[in-house]
């Protein structure tokens, strides 16, 4: 059974930077895209950024793009959100989610789902 953990968020003033963190466990090779989305109140969940980790081809959010950068170590079988410049608009809630094969941008073809982290940036 795949399982996602994530660590990392918090708060934040506007200007600062977080890093999350998000290993996977139960997978067979690397033939899978992993990544993060996230949820403000009243808005629907969002692809932030993710990563086809057969290959290391990255996407990203036109919101977050020269902010924020995904990364991977392969080892450790965790994927990694650096955001920097963080602005308000970045609150929500942040949650790692993985598909088998490659990065698709329909949310509800990602799965399984990690159990999400608060990351709130003030102003």
């Known amino acids: 059974q795949v399982q996602l953990v994530e660590s990392g968020g918090g708060s934040v003033q506007a200007g600062g930077s977080l890093r999350l963190s998000c290993a996977a466990s139960?997978?067979?090779?690397?033939?899978?895209?992993m990544g993060w989305f996230r949820q403000a109140p009243g808005k629907d969940r969002e692809r932030v950024a993710v990563i086809y980790r057969l290959d290391g081809t990255t996407y990203y959010a036109d919101s977050v793009k020269g902010r924020f950068t995904i990364s991977q170590e392969n080892a450790k079988s965790t994927v990694y959100l650096q955001m920097n410049s963080l602005k308000p608009e970045d609150s929500a809630i942040y949650y790692c989610?993985?598909?088998?094969?490659?990065?698709?941008?329909?949310?509800?073809?990602?799965?399984?789902w990690g159990q999400g982290t608060q990351v709130t940036v003030s102003s």
């Open positions: 989610a993985a598909r088998i094969g490659h990065c698709v941008n329909y949310v509800d073809l990602y799965s399984p």
């Open positions: 139960g997978y067979t090779g690397i033939d899978y895209c």
